[in-house]
Antibody, heavy 116, light 112 residues
Framework: EVQLVESGGGLVQPGGSLRLSCAAS????????MTWVRQAPGKGLEWVSI???????YYADSVKGRFTISRDNSKNTVYLQMNSLRVEDTAVYYC??????????WGQGTLVTVSS | DIVMTQTPLSLSVTPGQPASISCKSS???????????LYWYLQKPGQSPQLLIY???NGFSGVPDRFSGSGSGTNFTLKISRVEAEDVGVYYC?????????FGQGTKVEIK
């Protein structure tokens, strides 16, 4: 069964950094497009970033220049390095697998809280 | 950016009755490859979102056939033929014709 397990969330002060991890099982992350979607408390879904199987990367304007998506094929894991964090980055961050352009599998999410 | 607008934002439905959610995009989601990149997701309380419908009208694996999608261009609809208690949650439409991928605001469905 396809599984995505996020980790790395927590409480961080404004201006700080966190690295989220998304460990995948039963498929190879390098063969799929992998994306991050976030959800602020009580709010809707917001797309954050995507890495294509070929390595092309895109970001939402709200995180461009601060967040970096990457993957480690040997660990079958996708990462989201988040720097210069802001209060408005507080959210549950979901890692998800994209197939035929559909987000078919989602992780359980990891909560990032940016607060002083 | 493509703006996705859902209506209504909330819906209270009697079990067994139909329900319908509209999603409008600020520009056509029809790609030159002939596909329309419009998706529907359901986020049940306390859970991660789950895919219901892809490319306007195709049901994802395991999705009950009471869920159906329709539409074209900029106007799309998700219909539930007979709402069941397990259908409660927030429904989102999403486009990925172009980056950034964008979601509608969500429609909260509750049972009367």
């Amino acid at each position: 069964e396809v599984q995505l397990v996020e980790s790395g969330g927590g409480l961080v002060q404004p201006g700080g950094s966190l690295r989220l991890s998304c460990a995948a099982s039963e498929f190879t992350v390098s063969s799929y497009y992998m994306t991050w979607v976030r959800q602020a408390p009580g709010k809707g879904l917001e797309w954050v970033s995507i890495i294509y199987s070929g390595g092309t990367i895109y970001y939402a304007d709200s995180v461009k220049g601060r967040f970096t998506i990457s993957r480690d094929n040997s660990k079958n894991t996708v990462y989201l390095q988040m720097n210069s964090l802001r209060v408005e980055d507080t959210a549950v961050y979901y890692c998800a697998r994209v197939a035929n352009w559909a987000i078919g599998y989602w992780g359980q999410g990891t909560l990032v809280t940016v607060s002083s | 950016d493509i703006v996705m607008t859902q209506t209504p934002l909330s819906l209270s439905v009697t079990p067994g009755q139909p329900a319908s959610i509209s999603c409008k995009s600020s520009q056509s989601l029809l790609h030159s490859d002939g596909k329309t990149y419009l998706y529907w997701y359901l986020q049940k309380p306390g859970q991660s979102p789950q895919l219901l419908i892809y490319e306007v009208s195709n049901g994802f694996s395991g999705v009950p056939d009471r869920f159906s999608g329709s539409g074209s261009g900029t106007n799309f609809t998700l219909k539930i033929s007979r709402v069941e208690a397990e259908d409660v949650g927030v429904y989102y439409c999403m486009q990925n014709l172009q980056v950034p991928w964008t979601f509608g605001q969500g429609t909260k469905v509750e049972i009367k």
